[in-house]
């Protein structure tokens, strides 16, 4: 700015002014020159005096009385241009342009839920999908994120097999209850490892084999009706599991798989369900008799399939799939949320206002 009003100060002025006044500051650039040692330039100055004095040829530089050499005037002048040569050339990304964001994702998604698939699967796999990507850029991504070769990555886990044979294994148990008066009752529930969907049978004071044995009946026509593929059923080894009981299940194609003695752990997903049940249900209601407790379980099944969330279902209930996360910005500054109760207030259930 400075130098635009001294560039307009000088255009009235003659050329005989012109000279007078140059030949003044010369004389007083000589007089500095041999008081200061080395002066320092800043990056504003080097970029001033290059862009005014770049025109002159060398021999007429070295004639000017400058504080530095015509050759280092230059090289600021180099220096200017390739820093904005530099500057154009940043806003494009040489070579090839980079790969959709939703085309690595499915990279991923593919190398994580098929171990045993290296790149050159990959690559066929989304050709089949009218994806068109080279080899070699699939390559690159699973390297990018850390993703070691197929041979490295097939391997099966426990956590995994479990997954894979999910939908054929069911789970069944008897849980204790007690009433106010002391009274002990009998709880059978079987649960669905696939989706975690439980069902309560039946409860009783004394468990027999002909009431264990229509708790069985009516499990197969509810598992018929469901269109189940289960293909086994674990249990422990309670003497409360009769004969009869296990001769239901295996005329409907249902294998019976024991767990260890005293080895709860090999029920684990049913002793889950019983320790919830208990913890959010039966420790918080004081049970009258028969009649309350079973009118209490059905309401906490409906609670635990429909509600629920669950961490193995990534939040889901096992018959509510989770809805579409909300995207309008105002429905979310203006949350408007009911709650239902169940059983007088023990369990809660939230859901949208109308």
Not at 206 to 230: E, H, I
Not at 313 to 322: D, G, I, K, M, V
């Amino acid at each position: 700015m400075t130098n635009t009003f001294a560039l307009i100060r000088l255009l009235p002025m003659s050329d005989r002014d012109k000279d007078v006044e140059i030949l003044a500051l010369r004389h007083q650039l000589a007089v500095l020159q041999r008081q200061v040692g080395r002066p320092v330039f800043t990056a504003g100055d080097r970029t001033l005096l290059a862009a005014l004095l770049h025109h002159l040829p060398v021999a007429k530089l070295r004639q000017l009385q400058l504080l530095v050499r015509p050759d280092t005037l230059l090289r600021w002048h180099r220096d200017l241009l390739k820093r904005r040569h530099a500057a154009t050339c940043a806003r494009k990304r040489p070579g090839r342009p980079r790969t959709l964001r939703s085309i690595r994702a499915m990279v991923l998604r593919l190398a994580r839920e098929n171990s045993s698939w290296g790149y050159r699967r990959i690559h066929r796999e989304l050709a089949a999908l009218g994806i068109r990507t080279a080899a070699s850029t699939i390559w690159e991504i699973l390297h990018e994120h850390g993703i070691d070769p197929a041979p490295q990555r097939d391997r099966t886990t426990w956590a995994g097999f479990l997954r894979s044979q999910a939908d054929a294994m069911l789970a069944c148990d008897f849980m204790e209850a007690r009433t106010l008066t002391g009274t002990r009752l009998y709880v059978f529930a079987v649960i669905e490892h696939a989706n975690r969907r439980i069902r309560i049978l039946g409860a009783t004071t004394a468990p027999t084999a002909d009431w264990t044995t229509q708790l069985a009946r009516n499990l197969v026509m509810d598992l018929q009706d469901a269109g189940s593929r289960a293909a086994f059923m674990i249990r422990d080894r309670d003497s409360t599991f009769t004969a009869a009981f296990d001769a239901v299940l295996v005329d409907a194609g249902l294998r019976i798989v024991l767990s260890g003695i005293q080895t709860p752990r090999m029920n684990a997903i049913m002793e889950r369900w019983v320790g919830t049940c208990k913890r959010e249900l039966l420790d918080r209601t004081l049970i009258w008799n028969q009649a309350h407790l079973l009118y209490a379980l059905r309401e906490f099944e409906q609670f635990y399939n429909g509600h629920r969330p669950h961490r193995t279902l990534r939040s889901s209930a096992p018959l509510r799939l989770l809805p579409d996360p909300i995207a309008e910005p105002t429905r979310l500054d203006h949350l408007s949320i009911r709650r239902k109760d169940r059983l007088g207030g023990v369990l809660h259930e939230y859901q949208h206002a109308a």
